[in-house]
C-alpha cells in the first residue's frame, strides 16, 4: 500500500496517495475539515458535518448513513419522466429531484442524529445536463461539496473523460484544454475521495485512488470500501482508460476487507458501482417479498451472496433503480443493499448500529428505506445561488432554441425496446452520414444507453413556449458529443450486432440499439442467446439483407469501437470520422423541426417483437 502524507489546501485536510496518474500527478483523497487522521491510505473524519456531538452513553450506537447514486450532474430538477418516481401501486408519479431539493432533504434528515455519513455509489458526473457538462462537471463537484458528502466510489461515468480529467476533479485546478470556468476563477477539486479499489494500473498493480475511507468520530470506526463494476472498459471510449485494469468486485472488496479487519476497523459499508433490478420500478417496493432478496436479480445478487460477511452493507448503483433488500452473505446471515434510482431523485436513509464493544454492525438491528426527493420542501438557499451562477454562464448557449415537437418524444424514460427518440436520433445520424462525402450511410445504429434524456414537449415555468427545444435540452439526450463514424460491414457482421445485442456479454441484460428508418427485423423474446434474432427477417428497404453484400453503417465512435458488447463494430472497414452525434441531431432538427413543420413522435414497428 502506499505511503501517505498530510496536506492542507484550501481549509480542508487532503490526504495524497504517492501512487497518482502519471499523467496528472498524484491524486488526493479529500477529507472534511475537522478530520482526525488514522493508519492506512485513507483517513476518517472526526466532526464530520460539523454536528460536534461528544461521547454517546451506552454500549451501541446509531449511525445514519445518507447515500445516494447515479447523480450524473443533475443539478437542476430533471424534466419528463426523468423527473418522475412512482409509489408502489401508484399510476401518477410524484415529482422528484434537484440539488436544492435534496440539499435540503438531506440537511433535515441529518438533524437529530449525531452519527451521520454520507456516501455515494458512482456516477456523480459525466453525461451531464448543459449546465454541469459545459464546464467539465466542476459545478456538481461544487454542490457535492455543499451537500457535505463524505465520500464516493467511482462510477464508470467518471471514466468519461479518462482518468487524468477524474484526477483533476478529485484535486482542482485548470482544464488542460478549456482553462478555468471563469476569468481568475479557481477550481479547487472535491472535498471528498472518490474510492476506486479495483482500478489499477496494469504496470504496478496499484489502485489509482484511494481503495477505501474509514470514517471516524468519538471511537466509532466505519470503512468504506469503493468499486466501480468489472465491465467499466466495455462502455466507456478505450482511450481516456488506457494503462488501466478493472477487477473483479467481490475479490477487490474481500482483499480491503481484511485488510479494514487488520486495522481494527471491523463496520464496513462497501460502495459498489454495479446494481439490480427489482421486480417493480416503484420506489418503495418490497423487494424481500416472498423471502429476502426473492424480488430483485441482475448482477448485484450474486455480487452480494459472494461478498466476505465481514461487509456490513452494500450501497449499488448503476442500473438506475431503487431498492432496499436483504440478500444473504455467503454465511446465510441477512445483509443490506440499497440503491437509490437515479439524478437525485431518491436517496436512502440506512441504521447502522454499532457496537462499541465488538467494534462491528448490529446486523440484526440495520433498517434501512428509500425517500423520495420531493419538490415541496423549501429550497436550499446555497444550491439555488450554485444553479443561478452557473446557469447564467451557460444561458447564452443553453437557451438557444433548435426545434419544435408536437409533444413529448420519450428517450430515457421509455420502458419500450424501440423508444422514439432512439428512433429519431438514429435517423439524425443516418441522414447526417449519407452524403456521399461524408460516409455515404444506409443504415444508422445508436446504442440505448447513450440517450440520456427525452425531448419535452412542455416548457419550464419562465421559460421558453411549450414545444420549444433549446440546445440545452438536446445536449442533456446527446451530452457525450461522441464523433460520428461510417464503415463497411457485410449483411452477416450486421446480423452478428444484432444477435449481439442478446447473447454474450449482453444476453443477461439485452442491449437493444435504436434502428434508422428503413431498417426492420424480428426480435424474438420467446427464444434465447442469438436465437432471439430471424435473420431471415432482417430487411433494409423492405429488402432482405444480403449476407455477402457490403452495407455502409453510421455509428458513434463509441460503438464502433466495440462499446456496450459489441465487438463486431471493431471489424468494420472503409471507416471514416464526421461531425459529432450532437451537431447531426441539431442539423436535423433544424430540418425536421421547424417551427411550421414541427416534429412529431415516429411510429413503432421498425423492430417487431414476439414475446
Given at each position: 500500500m502506499s505511503e501517505t502524507r498530510h496536506k492542507k489546501r484550501a481549509g480542508r485536510r487532503i490526504l495524497a496517495t504517492a501512487a497518482g496518474l502519471a499523467t496528472a500527478g498524484a491524486l488526493l483523497a479529500a477529507i472534511p475539515a475537522g478530520a482526525a487522521p488514522s493508519s492506512g491510505p485513507s483517513n476518517g473524519n472526526g466532526p464530520g458535518n460539523g454536528n460536534g456531538w461528544g461521547y454517546g452513553h451506552g454500549r451501541t450506537v446509531d449511525v445514519q448513513l445518507l447515500s445516494f447514486n447515479d447523480l450524473h450532474g443533475n443539478l437542476e430538477p430533471p424534466a419528463g419522466s426523468s423527473g418522475e418516481v412512482f409509489a408502489h401501486g401508484a399510476t401518477e408519479g410524484i415529482k422528484a429531484g434537484g440539488v436544492e431539493y435534496l440539499a435540503t432533504h438531506l440537511r433535515g434528515a441529518r438533524k437529530g442524529n449525531p452519527y451521520s455519513i454520507t456516501a455515494a455509489a458512482g456516477d456523480m458526473v459525466g453525461a451531464s445536463p448543459l449546465i454541469s457538462g459545459l464546464f467539465h462537471d466542476e459545478p456538481t463537484i461544487e454542490a457535492l461539496n455543499k451537500l457535505k458528502l463524505d465520500v464516493t466510489s467511482v462510477g464508470n461515468h467518471e471514466f468519461d473523460e479518462g482518468a487524468a480529467e477524474l484526477a483533476r476533479l478529485q484535486n482542482g485546478g485548470c482544464h488542460p484544454t478549456d482553462g478555468c470556468a471563469t476569468e481568475g476563477g479557481t477550481f479547487g477539486g472535491a472535498d471528498f475521495p472518490f474510492l476506486a479499489a479495483n482500478v489499477t494500473r496494469e504496470k504496478t498493480g496499484k489502485p489509482i485512488l484511494d481503495p477505501y475511507f474509514i470514517w471516524q468520530r468519538n471511537g466509532v470506526k466505519i470503512g468504506f470500501i469503493g468499486v466501480t463494476l468489472e465491465g467499466t472498459p466495455n462502455i466507456v471510449n478505450a482511450e481516456g482508460i488506457k494503462g488501466l485494469k478493472f477487477g473483479d468486485e467481490v475479490e477487490t472488496i474481500n482483499k480491503y476487507a481484511k485488510e479494514l479487519e487488520r486495522k481494527g476497523v471491523?463496520?464496513?459499508?462497501?460502495?459498489?458501482?454495479?446494481?439490480?433490478?427489482?421486480?417493480?420500478?416503484?420506489?418503495?417496493?418490497?423487494?424481500?417479498?416472498?423471502?429476502?432478496?426473492?424480488?430483485?436479480?441482475?448482477?448485484?445478487?450474486?455480487?452480494?451472496?459472494?461478498?466476505?460477511?465481514?461487509?456490513?452493507?452494500?450501497?449499488?448503483?448503476?442500473?438506475?433503480?431503487?431498492?432496499?433488500?436483504?440478500?444473504?452473505?455467503?454465511?446465510?446471515?441477512?445483509?443490506?443493499?440499497?440503491?437509490?434510482?437515479?439524478?437525485?431523485?431518491?436517496?436512502?436513509?440506512?441504521?447502522?448500529?454499532?457496537?462499541?464493544?465488538?467494534?462491528?454492525?448490529?446486523?440484526?438491528?440495520?433498517?434501512?428505506?428509500?425517500?423520495?426527493?420531493?419538490?415541496?420542501?423549501?429550497?436550499?438557499?446555497?444550491?439555488?445561488?450554485?444553479?443561478?451562477?452557473?446557469?447564467?454562464?451557460?444561458?447564452?448557449?443553453?437557451?438557444?432554441?433548435?426545434?419544435?415537437?408536437?409533444?413529448?418524444?420519450?428517450?430515457?424514460?421509455?420502458?419500450?425496446?424501440?423508444?422514439?427518440?432512439?428512433?429519431?436520433?438514429?435517423?439524425?445520424?443516418?441522414?447526417?452520414?449519407?452524403?456521399?462525402?461524408?460516409?455515404?450511410?444506409?443504415?444508422?445504429?445508436?446504442?440505448?444507453?447513450?440517450?440520456?434524456?427525452?425531448?419535452?414537449?412542455?416548457?419550464?415555468?419562465?421559460?421558453?413556449?411549450?414545444?420549444?427545444?433549446?440546445?440545452?435540452?438536446?445536449?442533456?439526450?446527446?451530452?457525450?458529443?461522441?464523433?460520428?463514424?461510417?464503415?463497411?460491414?457485410?449483411?452477416?457482421?450486421?446480423?452478428?450486432?444484432?444477435?449481439?445485442?442478446?447473447?454474450?456479454?449482453?444476453?443477461?441484460?439485452?442491449?437493444?440499439?435504436?434502428?434508422?428508418?428503413?431498417?426492420?427485423?424480428?426480435?424474438?423474446?420467446?427464444?434465447?442467446?442469438?436465437a432471439r434474432i430471424d435473420a431471415a427477417s432482417v430487411k433494409l428497404n423492405g429488402q432482405p439483407l444480403d449476407p455477402a453484400a457490403t452495407y455502409r453503417v453510421a455509428m458513434n465512435e463509441f460503438l464502433a469501437g466495440g462499446g456496450d458488447g459489441f465487438p463486431v463494430f471493431t471489424q468494420g472497414t472503409n471507416k471514416l470520422v464526421g461531425a459529432s452525434d450532437l451537431d447531426v441531431l441539431l442539423d436535423y432538427l433544424e430540418t425536421h423541426a421547424t417551427a411550421g413543420a414541427p416534429l412529431a413522435p415516429p411510429a413503432a414497428g421498425r423492430i417487431t417483437l414476439v414475446q
Open positions: 471491523k463496520s464496513v459499508v462497501a460502495l459498489i458501482h454495479e446494481g439490480g433490478l427489482p421486480a417493480s420500478g416503484s420506489y418503495n417496493y418490497d423487494c424481500d417479498s416472498p423471502g429476502p432478496g426473492d424480488g430483485i436479480s441482475g448482477p448485484i445478487v450474486d455480487i452480494a451472496k459472494n461478498i466476505d460477511s465481514r461487509v456490513d452493507a452494500l450501497v449499488t448503483g448503476h442500473t438506475h433503480q431503487a431498492y432496499a433488500c436483504t440478500i444473504p452473505d455467503p454465511s446465510g446471515k441477512p445483509r443490506t443493499v440499497t440503491s437509490a434510482a437515479s439524478y437525485g431523485r431518491i436517496y436512502t436513509d440506512t441504521t447502522l448500529t454499532y457496537d462499541r464493544r465488538t467494534k462491528d454492525i448490529v446486523r440484526t438491528a440495520v433498517t434501512s428505506a428509500n425517500h423520495v426527493v420531493t419538490r415541496d420542501v423549501g429550497r436550499a438557499r446555497d444550491m439555488e445561488d450554485l444553479i443561478k451562477y452557473w446557469g447564467a454562464l451557460a444561458a447564452p448557449i443553453a437557451n438557444r432554441p433548435v426545434g419544435h415537437i408536437t409533444a413529448d418524444i420519450e428517450g430515457r424514460g421509455s420502458k419500450a425496446l424501440e423508444k422514439p427518440l432512439g428512433s429519431v436520433i438514429a435517423d439524425a445520424q443516418r441522414e447526417g452520414m449519407a452524403p456521399a462525402d461524408k460516409g455515404g450511410a444506409q443504415i444508422a445504429f445508436m446504442n440505448p444507453g447513450g440517450i440520456r434524456s427525452d425531448f419535452v414537449h412542455e416548457g419550464p415555468v419562465g421559460g421558453e413556449a411549450d414545444g420549444v427545444l433549446t440546445y440545452g435540452e438536446v445536449y442533456t439526450v446527446q451530452p457525450f458529443t461522441n464523433m460520428m463514424t461510417v464503415q463497411s460491414l457485410t449483411g452477416a457482421q450486421i446480423v452478428t450486432a444484432l444477435q449481439q445485442q442478446v447473447s454474450g456479454r449482453n444476453e443477461a441484460s439485452p442491449k437493444i440499439l435504436q434502428v434508422s428508418e428503413g431498417f426492420t427485423y424480428t426480435l424474438d423474446l420467446t427464444k434465447t442467446g442469438a
